[in-house]
């Protein structure tokens, strides 16, 4: 059975701490992992990732895959209140996406 | 990425009820997908919505109980049938907008519904 899992599953931390975030998977026919953040209803892509070892960077937030490991980390530094949020990592099949628990990260001022 | 609305962005319903959710895009898109998110719990895909033709679905989710309607390139219903409390879920309705599903799917903002 296709699965992702997410650890930890929640999280907190002070203004201007480093975080990372891990998401493993087994899935058939993986094609791609990917972040989003999701702050109320509607998740926000954040990055696609399909090749191992190459990092995508937005800002203060990190990402990167190992296909060997079959995992990825999403890092965050100086954290901001605003980077509260449950993080949702997905297996893509394709169009098809299986997503983790999430991780809930609550970030203290 | 694309603009994605969808209605109504929360409901509360009866049991035995159904109701309809649509999700307008700006811009034609070939693949549409519909997701269901529980309380405390993460997303599960409902289905694939196809243009022209049945929607795809996955285990566990079945035509009669979430019926989808993909008239057109930007627009796409679910109806949520024959509610029960544990249809109290967010649903969310999601496109890829390359021609090759990549993964790399967008997010409506969401309807909230909740059965009593």
């Known amino acids: 059975e296709d699965k992702v899992v997410q650890s930890p599953l929640s999280l907190v931390v002070h203004e201007g701490d480093t975080v990372t975030l891990n998401c493993s998977y087994e899935?058939?026919?993986?094609?791609?992992l990917l972040w989003y953040k999701q702050e109320k209803k509607a998740p926000t892509f954040l990055f696609m990732l399909?090749?191992?070892?190459i990092e995508k960077k937005s800002g203060r937030l990190s990402s990167i895959l190992d296909k060997k490991e079959l995992s990825s980390i999403l890092n965050i530094t100086a954290t901001q209140t605003g980077d509260s949020a449950i993080y949702l990592c997905a297996a893509g099949q394709g169009g098809k996406l299986i997503f983790g628990q999430g991780t809930e990260l609550s970030v203290k001022p | 990425s694309a603009v994605i609305s969808q209605k109504p962005s929360r409901d509360i319903c009866q049991r035995g009820t159904s109701l309809t959710i649509q999700c307008q895009v700006d811009s034609q898109v070939t693949m549409m997908f519909w997701y269901r998110q529980q309380p405390g719990q993460s997303l599960t895909l409902i289905a694939t919505a196809n243009q022209g033709s049945e929607a795809t679905y996955e285990s566990g989710f079945v035509i009669d109980k979430f019926p989808i309607s993909r008239p057109n390139l930007t627009f796409s219903t679910l109806t949520v049938s024959n509610m029960s409390p544990e249809d109290s879920s967010i649903y969310l309705c999601?496109?890829?907008?390359?021609?090759?599903?990549?993964?790399?799917?967008?997010f409506g903002p969401g309807t909230r519904l909740t059965v009593t």
């Open positions: 899935v058939t026919n993986f094609r791609s």
């Open positions: 999601s496109v890829d907008l390359t021609d090759t599903p990549s993964g790399e799917q967008y």
């Open positions: 399909t090749s191992s070892g």
